[in-house]
């Protein structure tokens, strides 16, 4: 019988000491649901462990073959570039080493369930949902692809659950910001709104979009703002994790290159098509702090 490859997870690393222990957590919680698969997990940047001491970490236990995970929600640069020149460079650490790059989360009917849930656990259980606006908040990239991914969840999320509307915003690095999306929602006509994070764990960026939630609100009484949630080490997340595994060990990865930015000749992107794949440079292999003014780099 064929030993399966063994299961790695890339996460993107984060400075809240809570959403990096809640990534090992899980983690963890995948190797106690596959008792006979190896599994492994670390950063690209920001948290221990780098991800280079989680392949050093399998091929410690015999491990020749894996499958990498990345553990984030939207394919832009880090998904694109960043991980698979981090893992090209442990390939070449690693000598006899293969391995199979499987494709980001979302937007996944499985973690609309658990945003609706989210939703849920924040508005008042009298209101009905048809007078509540939902303000989706994701990471933000200068990606337009992975920006428009947010889109996509949002109105997917919209779709047959009979809320008013679902609007978009972003945390950093594209518009519109928090405030700004708030500001639509009540343009819009909502007197309703719960900002919803579209992030899995817990961390600095999640913790800002509540900051920034609460700040606008306490200047708008006249407007009824709830902060949900963050999707969290749910078991629909675990689920999702092993299928998108799956798919990598078969060979069934369906990515979609129609709006890449490093193919396709956007406007106001026209620089980056055909930019090659570009290693995130990690001068000790730690936690480490880092501007993010490079191109980003891109695999497919």
Known sequence: MTTPPALLIAGHGTRDDAGAEAFRAFVRELGRRHPGL????????????????AVAELVERGVRRFAAVPLMLVSAGHAKGDIPAA????????????????????PHPALLRVLERRL??????????????????????????????????ARLLWEGRGYAAVETAFVSLAAPDVPSGLERCVRLGARRIVVLPYFLFTGVLPDRVRRQTVRWAAARPETEVRSADVIGPEPELLDLVTERYEEAVQGDLRMNCDSCV????????????????????????DGHHHGHGHAPSHAH
Not at 264 to 283: C, R, T
């Open 120 to 153: 849920a656990e924040a508005v008042d259980p009298s209101w009905d949902p048809s007078e509540v606006t939902v303000l989706l908040v994701g990471r933000g990239s200068t990606d337009p692809d992975a920006n428009a991914e947010v889109f996509k969840a």
């Open 38 to 53: 190896p599994v492994a997990g670390g950063f690209i940047e920001l948290s221990p462990p780098p991800l280079g001491e």
């Open 87 to 106: 893992l090209a460079r442990e390939k070449e650490r690693h000598p006899g080493v293969t391995y199979t790059y499987g494709r980001p989360l979302g």
């Open 262 to 285: 490093y193919r396709i000749a956007l406007p106001g992107f026209e620089d980056k098509v055909g930019l090659p794949q570009q290693p995130h440079f990690h001068p000790d292999d």
